[in-house]
């Protein structure tokens, strides 16, 4: 068979890409095209995360440089022993597609990750290179998030951040166990290591730019990872707590969770059933408690059931609020922002908008159904002007009164 072209290339690519979760483009600095220089921005709004394989663009093209790979990692399909079409992309046709999309207005931007060719040095090389066409041959201004690979050298994941807005190294697996058994070739320790160090020319090129304004940009969207979820044992308060340590030990912006699907010709280790979408969905809802409500990892795990999961008819705030109903109802009109944010049904900006309305008036439940999407699930939490909950807070069939009816969670069941 003869060498594909370049749009069966990017078939191949941007299907093999699909299993990446992480390539959210939030937090980058501004950078425009205005007044006629350079080309592409990251000003935009509505911003999508993916190119999708039946070649829609939702905004970033989602791409791998190669699907060839020297690893054997089980879970994913790219693997050397895996039996699928490979193909391999130079630099220059990665960059030239990026602008051709971008001119197109079908994207803002570029998500890159690669298989691993020939070494790990020469497939970053090529990663960089890609990148580094794009900005200093063509000044492109858009977005761009490099997937580096901790086992190449540093200068080289340096050089990365260098012209990404963000980053990314992949942790894999929640455990280590987990990524000896199903990555052999990755070692946790080479991952946290490159974790460390992005960490730390991230913080000194921040604080080169405070002092210098033309010090050179360094990653400023950050550093991400991602889990893949239901490959191995690792229960909901392993992904948990590993999340928290990741956040606290490495400063990043994000930590993507990717349910296991099971890929063709598939490993005898892995297991042959993918897990409910919907775990992926509530390990994301717990992420948002400890980046948005205050909830400290081990709170969320106290939410999780004596298989250490989160439960997956309810939602983790719900399912703590059931487990210390000794600390319910809170009156909104005298209760700390911190109690409020731990209401089941209240959203940030509700409460936001609760504290800043108590200050003119005495608030009624009328006033709170005007804030959520459900008052019945509020109400047995809460105390107002006019309501309180009574025996309601107590009941024993409360979980099953506020549980979504079985239909809604079929639209995240596998
Ligand atoms: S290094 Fe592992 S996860 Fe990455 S492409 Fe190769 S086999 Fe897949």
């Not at 693997?79 to 079409?85: D, F, L």
């Not at 002092?211 to 044992?233: E, L, N, W, Y």
């Not at 969770?257 to 775990?279: E, G, H, M, N, T």
């Not at 081990?298 to 210390?324: C, H, R, S, Y």
Request: proline share 5%; net charge positive; with cysteine.
């Amino acid at each position: 068979m003869g060498q594909p072209g370049i749009m069966e290339k990017l078939e191949i690519l941007a299907d093999a890409a699909k299993y990446d979760a992480s390539c959210a483009s939030s937090g980058t600095a501004k950078r425009n095209s205005s007044g006629g220089k350079g080309i592409g921005s990251t000003e935009g709004m509505g911003i999508c995360h993916a190119y999708a394989p039946d070649g829609r663009c939702i905004s970033l093209l989602k791409v791998l440089l190669t699907n060839h790979c020297i690893f054997d990692c089980h879970y994913c399909i790219n693997r050397k022993s895996s039996n699928v079409r490979r193909a391999r992309f130079t630099p220059q046709e990665v960059a030239d597609l990026t602008l051709t999309f971008y001119r197109r207005n079908y994207i803002e931007g570029l998500f890159l990750s690669s298989g691993i060719i020939k070494s790990s040095n020469h497939t970053m090389e090529q990663m960089v290179e890609t990148a580094r066409i794009l900005r200093e041959d063509h000044d492109f201004r858009g977005y761009i998030h490099l997937k580096t690979i901790p086992e190449a050298d540093p200068d080289l994941v340096h050089q990365a951040g260098l012209y990404a807005d963000r980053v990314s190294i992949n942790v894999e697996l929640p455990t280590d166990a987990g990524l000896t058994r199903l990555a052999p070739d990755k070692n946790a320790r080479q991952i946290e290591g490159a974790m460390g160090g992005m960490k730390m020319a991230i913080r000194q090129a921040r604080d080169e730019k405070k002092r210098f304004k033309h010090a050179p940009r360094f990653a400023p969207a950050g550093q991400s990872t991602q889990m893949i979820v239901g490959a191995d044992a690792a229960t909901d308060a392993d992904i948990v707590g590993r999340a928290s340590r990741l956040y606290d030990g490495f400063r990043l912006r994000r930590v993507y969770y990717s349910a296991f699907s099971p890929i063709p010709d598939a490993s005898a280790v892995l297991p042959l059933k993918r897990p409910p979408l919907v775990r992926e969905h509530r390990l994301y809802q717990s992420d948002w408690l400890m980046r948005f409500y205050g909830f400290e990892a081990q709170e969320v795990m106290q939410a999780t059931e004596a298989d250490g999961n989160l439960p997956l008819d309810i939602d983790p705030k719900l399912a703590w609020a059931l487990k210390f109903r000794e600390r319910f109802p809170v009156d909104v009109n005298r209760s700390s922002r911190e109690m409020l944010l731990r209401v089941p049904g209240l959203g940030v900006k509700a409460v936001n908008q609760i504290i800043a309305a108590r200050r003119h008036r005495t608030l009624r439940l009328e006033d709170v159904a005007k804030l959520t999407v459900s008052v019945a699930k509020v109400r047995a939490f809460i105390v107002t002007a006019d309501w309180r909950p009574t025996l309601l807070t107590d009941r024993a069939d409360l979980r099953t009164l506020l549980a979504p009816k079985s239909e809604q969670l079929e639209l995240f069941a596998a």
